[in-house]
Each structure stands twice: as structure tokens, then as C-alpha cells.
């Protein structure tokens, strides 16, 4: 009997799950589910259409050797790797220029230029293709000049190109200025104590200390113009790429089997630099160990100059961009009558009714913003602040960090796939502005999860043991601690996906109604019906709306930050 207790006592207790536990991993499956529903079956959808024929049959690979052998769509595909290359190798020396010399100078006005490299988020990307337009199209104020010069056309490959450097250069900065934010000031302390030049420092010190984060922005910034849409359609003119040959196959042809092939070759660069980055991120090592010292640029008086002479250049060049657009929304009839007057907004809000689309796009943008941030949040927390469930977890996980690998374009032909299927018991949502919302959330996604990610990381896990030893449900926790410490990543998460909702195109150029037409949207319509004014007065009102809601968020950020961290200060 004595032999026996003790190999009793050595066997594990199978304990059955508590049953805030049991909430907990329902509350995950429910976030499993959606994004199933909303991410991987449209993807899904869009592998099976280009494996069918147009009759629905199994047609095997025949749709992409159809494919292959049509050289006006090969054509199209060279397109758009030599002109993302080309923008990648403009736009990614420029920024870490730009961003040298916030880091690396004590130049003035830091702030003031910083802000100024954000317009392009505020405004949808195709602002910049109108603005060249305006500067160098066939009745632009520099067209002369351009004649003079041998340069006959702005529409095509020239075009795309300058608009693209514009629009990802905001993107493309923000790596870089992180990147080179990390350095240890001993490197280059021992370096001057060697005598090292300045460009051997910068050859043999910053260069390398920099390169994983040069590798990032020059991916991002490939993908990005890669599956960009509205700016090509704009401005591209007979030059064609592949996101402009998705929507003339789908909507103009309504050959959805070869649309369905050119969206996955869409995927396919996106998923490649995922898979890219992901690696170099897993090869990089820490610049600033904590025996580091920050580094800190001395004052240098003409080296200061030429940063800010530098950083003038390309704000100037940024303003151009948006004054002309600006400028050109009020001009009474271009060119030939520049005086003042209201009439391309009326034109755009009332007759080409817009204003309904202004409507939808703040519907749109505050619903991803509420539910998108909820939804983030929520998923983010069960799989950092819960146990349980290991397989629905990595499952979640994986799903969680898809959409940063899905181009816009792809995402939303993939909802027309799977939730115009009549026996889809969803269909019910298609042309609506909730399926609308449902995919900027989703295409959006990955970014708000790793920002609540990184802010859950931070919260000690004593929080949720304490809490579990005194018998308080999860959810108590999550809304008395958590949520209160977590609400400036919440007010980031919702300003994100507001400023992305309002000006997004690719994700949604699919999936409105009439009824349901978003500003975004009206823009390209108007584009379209030769009334490029009042699609310049449309683009400049989403720029100012989302200035507008950048203003808000920031007041909710000070707000917040009284009421839920005053615990962050220290007493005097």
C-alpha cells in the first residue's frame, strides 16, 4: 500500500479549466473566427477563382499560362518592378537623408520639418499625382519649360515615379529615423580618438549600424508602390502596371479567373518581403546594449547649414505638392481664369454628390477606428495576457500578422469573391459601408496588433497572477489595470486606423455601391469625367479632415494621458 501512494502521488492532476478560462479562450476562438472569415477565405477565394475557368470549372494552371503567354500583361508586370525599383532607389537616399539630418545634426526647426514629411499620410496618395498635373501636364504652369527641355510628358513611367517618391517618402522615414536613432556614441567617441574621418565614420560606423533598417524601408517602399492603385490610374495614362491591370480586368472585362492570377502575382512580391524582413529582423542585432551611450550630434555651424538647406529642399518640394493641389481647387477655370472662387468644391459636394462619400468616408473611418481598435486590442491581450489553447493561439497569431503581407488591391478582390457568393450566408453584407469597415480593419491590421503588442509586452505578468490568486476574473483585470495603463497605444491604434480609413483607395475600389461611394473613391470618378478641380478640392478636403482628426487625437492623447497616467510622474 505504501508502494502504491507514492506512484499516485507522482502522476500530474488533470485540472479542468476555470471558468473565466473558459471565457477567455471563447473570447479567442470569436477573434479566430473573424479573422477567418474576413482574411483567410477571401484569400482562399482567390486562389480557387484562378484555378477555375470562366464557366467555374477546375482549369488547373491554364489561367496563368494563358497568362504567360499574353505579352501585354507580362509588359505590365515589367512595368511595375522597374518603376518600384526605380522610386525605391530615389525615395529610400532621400529619406535617409532627410532623416540624417534630423538625427545626426543640430539643425533648427526639427519639428516643423518633421511635421511637414507627414502630409502625405493626410491625403490620399493620388493627391500628389494630381498636384504634377497641375505643375507639368498638358496645360501646366511649367509645361513650356519642359518642352524647352526635351521632356514631353509627364503622364506614364515620369509620373508615377515622382508621385510615388512623394507618397512613400513619409513611410520610408520613419524606419530610418528609428534606425539610425539607435547608435552608441563610444563607437564614434573611439573613432575620433583615432582620427577617423567623417566619411569613414560614416562608412564604417553609420552605414552598417543602419543597414537592416535601410533593408526595411527599401522593402516597404517596393511593396508599397507595387500594389498602389490611385496614382497610376491617374497619372499612369497608357503606361500599364499591375494593380491598374487587376481593375480593367475585373470591372472593365469582368474576367474575374485572370484578374484572380494578376492579384496573386500581386501577393507574391508582398509576401516575399515579409518573408525578407522578417528575416533580417531576426538577424539584426542590438545597437544599444545597456552599457551604451546615446549618441548626441555636436553644433557645427556649416554642417548645420547644409542639413537645413537640405531639409528646406524637400519640405519646399513637399508643400509644392500640396499648395498646387490646394491652389488649384480654387482657380475658377484652369488656366485661364485663376481667380478665387468656391466652384470645384460645390461641383464636388452637391452636383457630383460627394458630400454623401465625405459622409460615408467619416462613417467608415470612425467605425475602423471603434471597432478596429477594439477588435485589435482584444486579440492582442488573450494572446499575451492568456493561457491556454496553444494551437488556436498560433493559428491567431499567424492570422494576426497576414495582412502586412496582403496588398489592398488583392484583399479587396478577395472580398468579391467570397461575399458576393449567394449561398454565402455573409452575402448580406456586400455594398455595404460595414463590409467597407470590416476590410480597412482587417487590411490595417497587423500594424495596430504589433502596437498592442509591444504595449502589452511592457505590463508585468505579476498583474494577471495576482489577480488569479485572488480569485478576480480576467476581465476585471483587463478593464481596472490594463486598459487604464494601455490607453495612449489605444488612442495611437485609433488614430491609425482613422488617418488610413480616410484615404485609403485600394482596399475598397471594389466593394461600394452608388449608395455607398466613399470620398476616396468620388476622387477617381471625377478623375475619370475629365473634373480634375474638383478632384483636387475632394483630395484637399480629406487632407484637411484627417488634419483635423489628427488634432482631435492628439487633444485625446493629452487628455488621457492626465486622467490614466498621472502614476507615470514623481512627486517633487
Known sequence: MAAVLPAAAAQPVKQSAHWTDRIAHIALLLVALALTAFLALPLLSILMQALQDKSGDFA????????AQTPALLTSLWNSIWVSAMVTVIAVPLAFGFAYALTRSRMPFKPLFRGITLIPLLAPSLLSAISLIYWFGNQGVFKSWMAALGWNEIYGAPGIVIAECFAVFPHALM??????????ARLYEAADAMGTSASRKFFTITLPGAKYGLISAALVTFTLVIT???IPKVIGGSFNVLATDVFKLVIGQQDFAKGAVVAILLLAPAVITFGVDSYVSRRQTAMLTARAIPYRPKRNAKYDAVMTLYCCLVAFLMLAMLGMAVFASFASFWPYNLSPSLRHYVMGLVDAEVGVGFLNSLKMAAGTAFFGTALVFTGAYLLEKTKGMAGLRSIVKMLAMLPMAVPGLVLGLGYIFFFNEPR????GLYHTVALLTLCTIVHFYTTGHLTAVTALKSLDGEFEAVSASLKVPFFKTFWRVTLPICTPALVDIARYFFINAMTTISAVVFL?????KVASIAILNLDEAGEIGAAAAMAVLIAVASSIAMLFFMALAWWVNRRTQAWRGTDK
Open 60 to 67: 488547373g494552371l491554364a489561367n496563368f499560362i494563358e497568362y
Open 424 to 427: 454565402n450566408p455573409l452575402n
Open 175 to 184: 524606419i530610418l529615423i528609428t534606425a539610425l536613432s539607435l547608435s552608441d
Open 512 to 516: 461600394y455601391s452608388p449608395e455607398t
Open 228 to 230: 498602389d492603385f490611385g
